[in-house]
């Protein structure tokens, strides 16, 4: 509508309370949207409804002990998060942890990454109104799911990864199970195309909406699959290799199109690149020591550590400033999740509601990652 | 760009700048008032291109505050460790460098909540998780009156 | 008392004439308003819960479940005994809501579906009221359904409900074109827009093949602005989920959500059984040209199952839209409607009149 037209007609702007109890903001995020009928002028999240002082408590735990806040966090990408800390700690030690460890390590992360994207998108379908997605991808997250609790007890939460190393070897099954799985998953991958990607509505509902450029997804900090979406090589991975990742070859899933549906294209395409990972990996898992015996009381060196790895939805950093004691003096974790919230008001501005939704399902937030 | 190139780099910018190499990055410490110069500068310049603002921190010393910034140049691939600080604790105010990353707009939030450092010319300076009344939990004399953390 | 079960006029006039005996042309008359009430509200009941558990079902199918299994075999129960909690959940109203028209919504809803009810044919002799101008009184009626919509979404005070109710607004009245066109479509191949002589005109073949081309192009769009009038998936924006949690409804609990729930479902009825009247020969059996036997076969299939298994197909071909397709925007659903359907409908209709004119159908 020109703006001569839309002068004539008095509107009104108003404001909308979207959350903290919405379906599509998945967690308690509340929004404020300012509206002009269907069209949204401004997007002000209010965040903290979780926020548990993560960081605070952190600086009264042993260092082994913070893993298990870091699985609360970004609870979908569990083992990426304490892999991150496992990796802060052990570097700053020095110590060299076996290869075993760094290939179970990789595998899980990978596993992870996996179960993240399928519950991202049956998420995604949902949020569009695609109900059906959304059993398609609990069906296969479930096996995931099966595979970690054989190996460590737990499904979602996992704790598996400890400072100098592994809490236990894996499960004399896994490798099978890993198999088994792969050859079940990479079947069922063609079915989300078949079933969401294809679609012309969901195409419609998705090209050309929320485009966001390079330029704005690194000012903004975006990371992971939506910051790739634009361009923005930021693969930890790839950039600052860690664990098993300097031993396998992959592609950085990148795409330059910059709107939803590259977002979603990336995250497939991730997914495909998780399997190829994890089958370089798994039948070549070396022999070995699965941890290595830290001190009864493990003290960092004085000084500042950062560690950075890829979560499930980006850049995730631990930087730990130790005083030499049994605690951390100040643990500050870089979710990505809560820098990519940042841009969501830039990127759906002048969008539709529908729009909003589907943007903010593309970003793939999860609110215990922004709120720590 | 070695360290000594960016010593020189730096040092043209801003004298008063200190480069030390510290366990993984090299790091800049700079006076809170020429920090916004020296961080626009640092982006700027081709040389270094620090565009991507990974992580702001902010953390107390008891006698000072810190906030240190986590840069990363998406063209060289090269990290790099800014830090200032403020002596102030009643009012602790630094300059912001949301017009330079705007990512830092929701991080400086974060700070000022949970720290208390206000950021001169952020355009939204409101606390973002906890109410209004709520003190700095992450400065190390706050009490923890309702021992939520400390046990 | 005659009765068969391939013609009800017989068993229809046997109770009129039974009741006029009896009584004064305007107490048989009341009697008789009574008794298709009672019917109707009945069938209504059963058949909306009916629906939601086929729905259900259809549904979990299409997820890979199993849907409902527990309350009585295969679930049978199951929404029998929500729709006893639902009676009994406490009905809250939001404190400054327009009291009256927020109380009224619900009923103008539910009303307006049993006067739809009331002229389709489910058989032979099976109609409550044959009026001669069917088609028109059922696009005329389902349209004062949106009022209740606009209703509730305006009175409940609540910013989700009312864009919830401006969308539906926008949609029903614009897809009300298409669903109109596409029936005047084919009133034009029968010659009348009474419902009993339109099935009656198909006893030769049913509409969708005598009328080929334009008959099927309108089927499609009749299926489709159907679809969307009941604000069902993929045009279900004035409930959108996953934006407006719930859209019009979001205030309404109890029996009063129950009616807005009950209607959703007997109005995916009154589409499908026009789309049934209309399009596929209403209660006529499905024949054949020349295969007599098969024909005599079909034919022993009474008429009230023949209605019902194709108002069952309609229904599964839009449960399979709505359960398969992701939702579209407020925006596109108008760009369907008005740059896609209208002019296909108007094109058609024209079509439509020269194949009449040339007498070129079957």
Redesign the interface.
Known sequence: MGEAEQDRIETQEYLVNMGPQHPSTHGVLRLLLKLEGEIVHHVDPHIGYIHSGIEKMCESLTYPQIPYLTDRMDYLSAHMNEEAVCLCIENALGVEVPDRVKYIRTIFSELQRLASHQLWWCVMGMDLGALTTFFYGLRDREKILDIFEETCGARLTLHYSIPGGLMFDIHPNFRNRVHEFLNYFREKLPEYDQLLTGNVIFQERTRGIGIFPREAVINYGVTGPSGRASGFSCDVRKHHPYSAYPFVSFQEALDDRCDTLARYKVRIREMWESMSIIEQLIDNIPEGDYQVKLKGVVKLPEGEYFQRVESARGDFGVFIISDGKKSPYRLKFRSPGFSNLSALHAMSKGWKIADLVAIMSSLDLVIPDIDR | MSLEDLNTFIQSIEPAAEVVQGKQFPEVMVPDDRLHQLALELKENPSTAMDYLICLTGADFEDHMKVIYHLESTVHNTVLVLKTKTLSRINPVLPTVCDIWQTAEFHEREVFDLLGIRFKGHPDMRRLFLSEEWGFPLRKDYVDEVRIVDR | MAFSIYDFSSFTQSIHEGLSNRLSPAGTLAVEWVIVGIVILLFVAVFGLFLVYAERKV?AF????LGPMRVGPWGLVQTIADFIKLLMKELIQPARADKFLYNLAPFIVIIVTFLAISVIPFAKGLQAFDFDIGVFFVTSITAVGVIGILLAGWSSNN??SL?GAMRSGAQIISYELSVGLSLITIVILAGTLQLSGIVEAQRAGWFIYRGHIPAIIAFFVFVIAGTAETNR??F??AE??????AGFHTEYSGIKFAFFFLAEYVNLFIVSAMATTVFLGGWMPLHFGNLEEFNHVMDLIPPVFWFFIKVFFVIFLIMWFK??????????ILTLEWKFLLPINLFNIILMTVIVLMGWHF
């Open positions: 549904c299409f997820q890979q479940r910013k989700y864009i998936g993929p279900d924006l959108a989920e996953s934006e407006l949690t359960w398969t397709f992701p939702r579209l925007r407020i925006d596109q």
